[in-house]
């Protein structure tokens, strides 16, 4: 009995040392609230089933093979990617006026476009690897638009239709895309249909938890990475997840971007920040218009990234989750909340008055706006967001509005008339 001892204590000390290691790299990981660990990165690099060529991106993130090609979806306006052997791939999510300047050794070419879609196919000749880069021509001059809350279905569509009308080059969508079952696949079908590029972050509601567990992780694996940064015409934009509480708050990929992201003083070729994440630091209503605790939260989290982003140089961050148009100064960070995708506000105020819609100087609901010219600071601006009556042609519309004291009878009435008692 005696000479097992030693043994047990050995096996002891290594099930804690293990343990140890564990619950180490777990925080290095990190843990997200309601508890899950956070969710491992979607993939920069593939090999085609064939094994006859390789991607690996910069920009882009691979989303599914098939019998030809590899299928890829970009995060950002000018994606490069290294390609080996004789390839066919798809690249998703690219401006229509960007051009493909392909390396050296590059060889038998060949670049269909199709809207946002590239279908590129070509050869590596006498190197082990070609390069790939798109370059889009409004580089140093652009606009581009910002809002969150949209949903899957015909609000985001018309959203979509909106920043381009508007003169974006692209869109940031700031989350909460999914709201009701569909929702993922009605996003994605906008989203390949789009006139515009979308950069989106991840919201709460797109953190969708449910038996099927292919949901689990639909958001990174087709719509876009929870933290990734992009640079264009002298900006950098950098897109934080903030949908849950995560413990501890520096743990993860996040808390990685941040760590590495420099003084705005010290970016070389960077003279403006351009953050943009789901959740506010803090609910800018005023206290009689919170139902709900509407920001960051976790003891102490929202006050850590502003004082990590301050610490930055950041100076201004886009928000949704609060449905409402609202800026305003947060202890030295200039916080937009641009989150009324859904455009409630609108059809609150015209308590199911058809002929209200008529009059686009009464409409409430708002989009964000930005200019970026040579040698300034992105300049903010807002604009109407004007969606019509028929794009909130949906059962969760109906849902919401029961909660609006006096106006849902009038409005339901209206929306069947409308729209037809299934939409």
Known sequence: MAASSPRRQFLTSLALVAAGTGLSALAMRGVRLPFMPEPRHVSHQATHRSGTFAVAADGAFFVRDDEASLLWRAFEPEPRLQVTGRFDLHLDNIHPDAVLTPSPGVVNLEERIDGLNRRVTGEIKDIPQGVLHWHVPFADEFTFAAIGDTGGDRELAWTLERAQALGAKFLLLIGDIYY???????????????????????????????????????????????????????????????????????????????????????????????????????????????????????FGEGEWLRSELLNRGVRNILNGHIHASIERDDQGLHTFIAGEGMAHLDIVRSRGEAAWFDGPEQRQARILMADVRPQEPVRYRWENLL???????????????AREQGHFDALLNHLESLCGPTA
């Open 180 to 298: 009701q079952p569909g929702d993922d696949q009605n996003a994605l079908k906008h989203l390949s249909s789009s006139p515009l590029p979308v950069y989106a972050a991840i919201g709460n509601h797109d953190v969708v938890r449910t038996w099927d567990r292919q949901l689990l992780h639909w958001f990174e694996e087709s719509v876009g990475p929870r933290n990734s940064i992009f640079r264009l015409g002298g900006i950098q934009f950098v897109n934080l997840d903030t949908a849950t509480d995560t413990i501890p708050w520096s743990a993860g990929q996040r808390g990685v971007l941040l760590s590495q992201m420099p003084h705005l003083s010290e970016n070389p070729g960077i003279r403006d920040y351009v953050v943009f994440s789901h959740r506010p630091i803090t609910d800018l209503r005023p206290p009689e218009q919170q139902p709900t605790d509407h920001s960051i939260e976790n």
């Open 387 to 401: 969606m019509p009556l028929a794009a909130h042609c949906n059962t969760r519309l109906r849902d919401d509005m």
